[in-house]
């Protein structure tokens, strides 16, 4: 590994849920405030929208994080690959609850009952299903039906959705209509990149620039401000760097990384 070459405690770049490492960049700040809006005005539905990389699922950790720490029941979960069981299950042991082998109906009751509780309680509870544009037709179609169950002005529920911006019409009519609030993330800035990258290094245990400005430049033009690219190419343009015995990183480092290394368009 490059750690020992650049001085550094951690491998800053890797693309992982580790909240350390979460930058929060004034549209992710922006994305967190409406977040917490939607729980404490007690709305029920809200879109979590941004392309691929842009840090949709991080985001939503980092608000469950908060929500658990304020005392809050929160299931936080993906809808990739799921049938209506499976999802239900999740939701169950989230609460707090054992599903065991119990049927459609009984996993449905048991949810329900759980949320019937917190609402006697006076908690807020915050469902939030990520990858919800890639959910299947069987699985959105038990969303609606939570989306939908007591719409009371008493009904503490909020419910947040999140998928890539071009593909949540497959939400359908209905959760659109549903959705009180959208939240979309942006891609970044130069000054964002630029700000990340120090901070990041930082948090690694390196204080000195290892990036000079035109690669920090470079960096930012060929990931387009995507987070997630831009973390992949930071990590490769390290990995080479250490390779090459360079004490600072240049443009051209970035260059030949993203020609050369096999960089991923998302």
Known sequence: MYQSHWGLQDTPFRNRFDPRFFFESPTHEEGLARLHFLVEQQRRL??????????????????????????????????????????LREMAIQFGRDPGSRTMPELWQMVLDRIREYRYQQWATVVLLDDADQASGAVLTHVVRLAQYDLSPESRLTLVLAGRQERMGRLGETLLELSELRIDLQDWQRDDTESYIARTLTRAGCNKPLFDKPAIVRLHELSQGVPRRLNQLADLSLAAGAGQELTQINAETVESVYHELGVVEI
């Open 46 to 87: 809200g879109l979590l929208m941004g392309g691929s990389g842009t840090g949709k699922s991080l985001l939503l950790e980092i608000f469950a994080d908060q929500m658990r720490r304020r005392g809050f029941p929160v299931v936080c979960m993906s809808l990739v690959g799921l049938e209506p069981p499976e999802m």
